[in-house]
């Protein structure tokens, strides 16, 4: 069995013309904490960012470029019209109805599919080769949404999806056993949100498989700590928002990755939203859910085949009839 298994819609990867560039749409707390984390990291020639309200756009457009002098150098501009995203190497998306405290990420769905209507034509209009990045909330039915408004083939319409939820959890196991959160691997798959599944079965720490390594050493492991470790995943972010408003950081640095894997053709494995039929004994109906992906200039290059125990399995078909079940009734 291959260790990837292939797209089977994907386009060829776009011959590079030397210049890249990213649009932000979206100036809002998550939009601008991806730009200036992108802007750190010396990733492009240009940055575009796009929002409804031209003030607060401008305002952020020049409290960045006023940075100018501690940067690496980046064209830096900004528009209400889309025209100036013309020729994205790759369009993130943030735009959207902000979850408020409480409010689960399936309500925020109907506000943001309107809002997605008006947004993903003129990006697709202006950048026919772009790769789209979805961050907006629910995130696995709106990089739906954006595919089928797109037209695209699915190598090229990503959502962030769990990517941030998997580096909480490295960030909760390293915190755990004391070391460094970039030497644990582990996933979180399946939906961005309640229903999403801890790949317990592929931790390792280090190069070592963490559960058979308790089990070889006859160390007894309480599944309720394990389940209590994902559960403080999920409940990262409500508690965040309830804390602060908003989230912004992680998500910031977790995209910029994304941007980074995707530009610099790095084909580093991300958990994010991908069109997971056919993988994993996903059949029937079209839905995005995160699998663990490999990413490169041509988006998504192949969903590795890890092993799930029959759990696992359950869980994340689970998941997805979690989403399913919210795309039925977008009717789109
Ligand atoms: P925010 O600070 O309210 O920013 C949203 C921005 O979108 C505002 O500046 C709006 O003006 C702008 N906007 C609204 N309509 C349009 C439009 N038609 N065109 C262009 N811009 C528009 O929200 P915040 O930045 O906190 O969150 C943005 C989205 O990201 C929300 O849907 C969140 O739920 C989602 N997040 C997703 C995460 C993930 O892991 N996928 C993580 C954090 C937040």
């Known amino acids: 069995q291959a260790f990837f298994k292939p797209i089977p819609d994907a386009s060829p990867p776009s011959t590079s013309k030397g210049n890249t560039k990213i649009s932000v749409i979206g100036a809002g707390n998550v939009g601008m904490a991806i730009a200036q984390t992108i802007l750190t990291q010396d990733l492009v020639d240009e940055l575009v960012l796009v929002d409804a309200k031209p003030d607060k756009l401008r305002g952020e457009m020049l409290d960045l470029q006023h940075a100018a002098a501690f940067l690496p150098r980046t064209k830096i501009s900004a528009s209400t019209d889309y025209s100036i995203t013309a020729g994205s190497d790759l369009c993130i998306v943030t735009a959207g109805a902000r979850q408020i405290a409480g409010e689960s990420r399936l309500n925020l769905l109907q506000r943001n599919v309107a809002l997605f209507q008006k947004i993903v034509p003129p990006l697709v209009q202006y950048s026919p080769d772009t790769k789209l990045l979805i961050v907006s909330n629910p ?22 999806g769990t990517n941030l939820d998997s580096s909480r959890f490295r960030f909760l196991i390293a915190d755990h056993l004391d070391v460094n959160a970039q030497d644990v691997q582990a996933y979180i798959v399946g939906e961005h949100g309640d229903s999403s599944v801890a790949l317990w079965s592929s931790i390792s720490v280090g190069g070592v498989p963490i559960l058979s390594f308790l089990k070889n050493q006859q160390i007894a492991y309480e599944k309720e700590t394990l389940e209590n470790i994902h559960k403080e995943v999920i409940e990262g972010a409500y508690e965040v928002i309830r804390l602060k408003g908003y989230t912004s950081w992680a998500i910031g640095y977790s995209v910029a990755s994304l941007a980074r894997s995707l ?68 009717g789109i």
């Open 139 to 160: 995130v696995d039915v709106l990089t739906y949404v954006a595919w089928k408004l797109s037209g695209f083939p699915s190598n090229r319409v990503i959502g962030s």
């Open 263 to 330: 530009l610099r053709d790095q084909q580093r494995i991300h958990p994010v939203s991908v069109l997971a039929k056919g993988f994993y004994g996903i059949d029937g109906d079209d839905l995005f859910l995160s699998l663990p992906a490999r990413l490169g200039r041509g988006g998504v290059m192949g969903i590795t085949n890890v092993h799930l125990t029959t759990e696992e399995m359950r869980r994340l078909q689970d998941s997805a009839n979690t989403i399913l079940q919210v795309q039925s009734e977008l």
